[in-house]
């Protein structure tokens, strides 16, 4: 009898710690693969780091010819 309650126990605990850890993988799934909160925003006058030239803008349109 105090087999089966050990074993109870232990698999009470085990069944905990899966759930814990099945919790943690979804939460670092997301985090990993799910939707970014950053925002791909280019500032006037900064230089772009992935080479797309510039095209002739609204701003260019506005210099005097």
Do not use: H, W
């Amino acid at each position: 009898m105090e087999i089966i309650k050990k074993q109870a126990a232990t698999n009470q605990s085990l069944t905990e710690e899966n759930s814990l850890l099945r919790e943690q993988v979804a939460y670092l799934t997301q985090k990993l693969y799910g939707k970014s909160s950053e925002k791909n925003t280019v500032q006037p006058g900064q230089m772009s780091l992935f080479g797309e030239e510039e095209t002739p803008s609204q701003e260019d349109s506005d210099l005097p010819r």
